[in-house]
Nanobody, 126 residues
Framework: QVQLVESGGGLVQAGGSLRLSCAAS????????MAWFRQASGKEREFVAT????????YYANSVKGRFTISRDNAKNMVYLQMNSLKPEDTAVYSC???????????????????WGQGTQVTVSS
């Protein structure tokens, strides 16, 4: 019974910041890479960021590179997404996901993720 619960979404102005959190349970958290994906209204779900099981390796979508930072605290079973310099184009439902392995590289692909949270809405106004 894997469970992933996101929080921290909300409404912010362009240029602002927001920090998303994902609380994980039901599995050995420190053994698995984690990822953030997002889905804007009318668009396909897209990769945002991944982090390896140890937290030592991260990957980002080009659209968020330099603005977003993914991190994790294995002692607390938590994954975070710090979002800075937000743009209206960042508006979407952001979901936390568990990988099927420990590596961040392959966890960029939705097919390699086996559990998903319900998501949290992020709205960036212009």
């Amino acid at each position: 019974q894997v469970q992933l619960v996101e929080s921290g979404g909300g409404l912010v102005q362009a240029g602002g910041s927001l920090r998303l959190s994902c609380a994980a349970s039901g599995f050995t958290f420190s053994n698995y890479a984690m990822a953030w994906f997002r889905q804007a209204s009318g668009k396909e779900r897209e990769f945002v960021a991944t982090i390896s099981a140890s937290g030592g390796t991260t990957y980002y979508a080009n659209s968020v590179k330099g603005r977003f930072t993914i991190s994790r605290d294995n002692a607390k079973n938590m994954v975070y997404l710090q979002m800075n310099s937000l743009k209206p184009e960042d508006t979407a439902v952001y979901s936390c996901a568990k990988s099927n392995g420990a590596y961040a590289y392959t966890s960029r692909r939705a097919g390699d993720l086996d559990s998903w949270g319900q998501g949290t809405q992020v709205t960036v106004s212009s």
